[in-house]
């Protein structure tokens, strides 16, 4: 089992950044792929970002140049870099830990593949315009 904790999340105006934390804890939670998904209401869970026990990375096209994943190994924790923020980045955000491979990470938008992650509780990020 992996815990996973959300926080960061708030309202700020379009064009501005946040960073979001996600502490986790449990079974060797280092060895797993972590990353970041988030869904708006009335639409499906996307994937945002992920990194691999290695330190690579992945993005959906969408955040490319604008978001950046990172993690303290030291402190278990992973964090998300948003800048340049859009009012469609509004939504629930997650923190997700799986031992799915980076390749595929984050292309997981419902069905069973959901279930092969662990996820915080969300933490909801409001841009406006």
């Known amino acids: 089992q992996v815990q996973l904790v959300e926080s960061g999340g708030g309202s700020v105006q379009a064009g501005g950044s946040l960073r979001l934390s996600c502490a986790a804890s449990?079974?060797?939670?280092?060895?797993?792929?972590m990353g970041w998904f988030r869904q708006a209401p009335g639409k499906q869970r996307e994937g945002v970002a992920a990194?691999?026990?290695?330190?690579?990375?992945d993005y959906a096209d969408s955040v490319k140049g604008r978001f950046t994943i990172s993690k303290d190994n030291a402190k278990n924790t992973l964090y998300l870099q948003m800048n340049s923020l859009k009012p469609e980045d509004t939504a629930m955000y997650y923190c997700?830990?799986?031992?799915?491979?980076?390749?595929?990470?984050?292309?997981?938008?419902?069905?069973?593949?959901?279930?092969?992650?662990?996820w915080g509780q969300g933490t909801q990020v409001t841009v406006s315009s």
């Open positions: 449990g079974d060797s939670s280092s060895r797993y792929s």
């Open positions: 997700a830990a799986s031992s799915r491979p980076l390749s595929v990470f984050i292309y997981c938008s419902g069905g069973y593949c959901l279930s092969l992650y662990y």
């Open positions: 990194i691999d026990s290695d330190g690579n990375t």
